[in-house]
């Protein structure tokens, strides 16, 4: 039987996160590091542990004999303020919140192990990056990157419009967008096409909204003018670093995931990291869906076809020795 158990840590900025742990002792392999997963924009660990129609993600691979942990970083989920502004940065929470959450994991797994095999799922690959690429002494393993932006070489017009103005993102509403979503999912559902940059009712059960959207927080005003701007430039910049000109020195082993029908991260994008991480000799990219059955963002998670397609191919990959 899987076990959960949920861990709050102090980030010493304000905020404690929540690290959220799936392990089944029957199946767990304790050679195996620990798998970390980290949730993206405008999102919680929630999705990573439910699926309408089988197992999620995380307690797929705890299945699978991995002991997975996922993160709830500042403004996420089960995190809590302690005194912490919501006007954070992407480097507060890719520098300082991943790297306590690691390091939190280190002292934590069943297993011992210092490091971590790290999955990043949509802007949690650029905090997976950011970590590898940035922090001094990084904790990262191996990694995948689900469906996750590193250089914007591809935008969708939508996406690619509103960058045109970063201030109008700052602007945006960014309170109680989940009860928002709870009331427009259903409608939103039933018009053809409206959907599916973000994903395909076709293959996602989407009779229970409460549930699903138990994922969605409210994002950062900061956050959203920088990824405004990064948009607009391309490149994620901190300073005097450049992301993709520091994650192509990175040699970790890199698995890479793309949904054919991403529209809120297109494949070029998704793939930015696998094309400059040149040095390493471990790179895959593995493409799901197909033209008679597209995949967007959110199936990766909670599509009919996600476990067989994403789910398995990732553990498959992580079994390796």
């Keep these: 039987m899987i076990q959960r158990t949920t861990h709050l840590i102090d980030n010493r900025a304000g905020w404690r996160l929540a690290l959220h742990r799936w392990i089944d002792p029957a199946a767990h392999r304790p050679d195996r590091p620990p798998v970390v997963m980290v949730p993206g924009y405008a999102m919680n660990s929630f999705i990573l542990g439910y699926h309408p129609k089988a197992r999620g993600i995380a307690p797929f691979l705890a299945a699978q004999g991995f002991e997975v942990w996922a993160t709830d970083l500042r403004g996420q989920g089960h995190s809590e303020s302690t005194g912490g502004s919501r006007r954070y940065r992407l480097e507060d929470v890719g520098l300082v919140d991943l790297a306590c959450a690691l390091d939190a994991i280190a002292e934590r797994n069943a297993g011992g192990h210092s490091q971590a095999d790290l999955i990043g799922c949509s802007l949690g690959a650029t905090y997976m990056l950011m970590h590898a690429a940035w922090w001094p002494e990084p904790r990262a393993r191996r990694l995948v990157n689900l469906g ?40 939103a559902a039933k018009i053809p096409g409206l959907l599916h940059m973000y994903l395909h009712p076709a293959i996602c059960d989407l009779s229970e909204p409460g549930q699903l959207t138990q994922t969605v927080d409210d994002p950062s005003p900061t956050v959203n003018v920088q990824i405004a701007r990064w948009v607009a430039q391309g490149d994620l910049k901190h300073g005097q670093r450049n992301l993709t000109r520091d994650v192509a020195r990175l040699t970790h082993p890199l698995l890479t995931v793309v949904a054919n029908a991403d529209g809120v991260v297109p494949e070029d994008t998704v793939c930015s990291a696998h094309n400059a991480m040149v040095r390493s000799p471990d790179r895959k990219v593995i493409h799901v869906g197909s033209a008679s059955e597209p995949m967007a963002h959110a199936d990766l998670f909670i599509s009919d076809p996600a476990p067989a397609q994403v789910f398995a191919p990732i553990a498959d990959w992580l079994a390796r020795p």
């Design 148 to 187: 996750g932006p590193m250089r914007w070489t591809d935008t969708h017009p939508l996406v690619k419009a509103l960058a045109a103005a970063p201030p109008l993102w700052g602007a945006l509403p960014v309170r109680n967008l989940r009860p928002l979503a709870r009331t427009l999912l259903p409608a």
